[in-house]
């Protein structure tokens, strides 16, 4: 290993940065990540199910450098061994492209360069890729990417994506700066970030304020609401730069219960039909980066969930053989011959396993495209006595008051970087108190008066969802602005092991009202006023058994996946919550409805 290399960018500011070489003379193939967890640490997703103890990057670079790659880690911009300031996502393209020149100039480099990493390391490479950059030769971006940080990843329909506060709060206390600083570390671990992830933060009032570096951008991406230029630069919006992105053969790998599967799938469906490619879409139905277990929460998705041995001997060996072909030009088998490769959930006995999870099962697909072209949209109204069905509904009304100090709570989803306050998966909406201890005793989800639930009765045939649902809403609200959030749930009839059932969450959605119309100008709402809005939720496939339930559930609130709205006016920072009287009207020329992507 050449250590710590210290890599100009075009503002002086250098990064450092490690090579691995192989033996021989060279010049050879490159293949680069760019982290900002430290190029010589250890991710948690970088194992196999056969060795389930991570590997530190170190490692994973040798074992490519014995393969014939000349392999270089370096730390992003303001992180680790890296100078400069650290300002989330913004630097990476240009600091991308400056290391690509670098790498292009070293004596050992053959002009091919291959990208690889796991999310935030996909964010680079999306970044790095928008820019075109001579010597890019393959990409391999692993739940990440931003097609759009509006749009998933920092915000979610207006709302802003809380993650993003722990996240922060974490690695505020694994930087430099604080390992230095004795009186920082004090401050930041004084704070307590379940006291602080209800309110709304400021510069100087935060509990990140001893790092204001970290500050800094948390505040400014929390006030940004709307879909601004701020939210269309580089680092955050590769759609916008479709056109000019690097056609290189490359693979968006993402999962079910991850923040990025939608980014995963924009790129794809926005790239493939634009570039040579190839272009692939792999979707699982793992958490954030845990592509090696078979469960998700507390869902066994069954043996043959993991990558290992289904879309690759592995994940490690998965990545070499798709540079093997695609960098070195070897003449190996394509390693990702489909063009989508997903995972259907569903089909599992329904029982109890021996470690506690339910058995819900699955089996991996190839597909042509993405959406499937046979899909079927298939339309349920939402009917008054809680009914999910093709009937046309009588014409009704259905409320409930959402008060902004009592907010429905996040249990599961697809999340990423949560703990300790949320965690990412699929469990039973039933068992609030199993996740949530104290802080919510007891009460399940559909017993709430803000959660309203629509489901169909026991399906006689099995029905696939593949894809996302779409929910058409009239809406109206007491307050000028509120949420509405959708949820959809596999609803397992009862058993032995689940005397209940189970109601296992697969995917959500949410809008904020004002920015029903657009996301470039928010319009109040007229009080009373019946309004027209349309939530999509993240995409799932899953199969529903015969005797399991299709549920819809409605409410204005996923904390802390999400920002609560203070139903108040935005415009007036002074503004006190209040609690708002919503209503969802039903029938008739204003039919509540949702489209369901289904498979025949």
């Known amino acids: 290993m050449i250590a710590d290399i210290m890599v100009p960018m ?26 900002p967890y430290d190029k010589r640490g250890t991710n948690h997703g970088d194992f196999t199910r056969a060795a389930p103890e991570p590997r530190s990057k170190p490692e994973i670079a040798r074992w490519f450098a014995d393969a014939g790659y000349a392999f270089v880690l370096q730390d992003c911009r303001g992180r680790y061994g890296s100078e400069g300031a650290f300002t989330k996502y913004l630097s990476e393209g240009d600091d991308g492209v400056d290391t690509l020149a670098w790498l292009r100039d070293q004596p050992w480099c053959d002009g091919r360069i291959g990208t690889l990493g796991l999310s935030y390391g996909a964010h680079v490479q ?7 950059p001579p010597g890019l030769a393959a990409m391999f971006l692993d739940s990440g990417g931003f097609s759009s940080a509006f749009h998933g990843g920092a915000r979610q329909g207006g709302a802003f994506e809380l993650k993003q506060l722990t996240w922060a709060r974490k690695h505020a206390l694994l930087a430099p700066e604080t390992e230095a600083d004795p009186s ?39 006030d940004e609401d709307r879909f601004s230029p701020f939210w269309r630069r580089n680092g955050l919006y590769a759609r916008g730069s479709y056109d000019r992105f690097a056609d290189v053969p490359m693979v968006h790998l993402s999962s079910w219960y991850d923040p990025y599967s939608q980014t995963a799938i924009d790129n794809f469906t926005g790239l493939a039909p634009i570039k040579r490619g190839p272009v692939r879409l792999v979707l699982g139905p793992w958490t954030h980066g845990q592509r090696s277990v078979s469960h998700a929460g507390d869902v066994d998705f069954g043996p043959d969930a993991v990558l290992d041995g289904q ?34 959930m ?26 499937p072209a046979r899909t079927m949209p298939t339309r349920l109204e939402l009917h008054a006595d809680g009914r999910l069905d093709a009937e046309a509904a009588p014409e009704a009304t259905l409320s409930y008051d959402f008060d902004p ?19 990412a998966g699929a469990y039973d909406q039933r068992e609030t108190a199993t996740l949530f201890g104290a802080r919510h005793p007891g009460r399940a989800l559909a017993d709430r008066d803000d959660v309203l639930v629509f489901e169909t009765a026991p399906l006689d045939a099995a029905v696939e969802v593949t894809g996302s649902v779409v929910a058409h809403l009239f809406v109206s609200s007491s307050a000028i602005d509120t949420d509405f959030t959708i949820k959809l749930v596999d609803v397992h009839p009862a058993s032995a092991d689940y005397p209940q059932g189970y109601a296992m969450n697969l995917a959500h959605g949410i809008l904020r009202a004002r920015f029903r119309n657009s996301f470039e100008h928010p319009e109040p709402m007229t009080p009373g006023e019946v309004h027209a809005i349309t939530i999509a939720s993240f995409p799932t496939s899953n199969l529903f058994l015969a005797g399991h339930r299709i549920r819809i559930e409605v409410s204005s609130s996923n904390f802390p996946h999400f920002d609560v709205n203070p139903n108040s006016d935005w415009r007036d920072a002074d503004a006190p919550p209040q609690v708002a009287r919503n209503t969802i009207h039903l029938g008739g020329a204003r039919a509540s409805h949702v489209v369901l992507p289904v498979i025949p």
Not at 313 to 327: S, T
């Open 10 to 35: 075009r503002d002086g500011v250098r990064l450092a940065t490690d090579v691995y070489l192989p033996a021989g003379d060279g010049p050879f193939p490159v293949l680069l990540e760019r982290t």
């Open 346 to 371: 569903g089909g599992g006995s329904g029982r109890r396993t021996a470690e506690g999870r339910l058995d819900h099962g699955g089996h991996w697909r190839d597909e042509g495209e993405w959406p």
């Open 184 to 222: 920082r570390r004090a401050a930041l671990e004084a704070e307590d970030i379940g006291d602080w992830i209800g309110r709304r933060w400021r510069i100087g009032h935060s509990p990140l304020a001893a790092a204001p570096e970290y500050e800094r951008y948390v505040v400014e991406q929390w």
């Open 126 to 132: 999306a970044a790095l890729a928008c820019l075109d």
């Open 405 to 423: 100090s009592d907010p429905v709570p996040t249990i599961g989803g697809a999340i990423a970087s949560g703990a300790p306050l949320m965690f």
């Open 311 to 344: 879309v690759g001997a592995d994940y490690f060996a998965l990545r070499r053989a798709w540079f093997d072909r695609h960098l070195r030009g070897l003449d190996t088998p394509d390693p990702l011959s489909a063009p989508v490769r997903i995972f259907v």
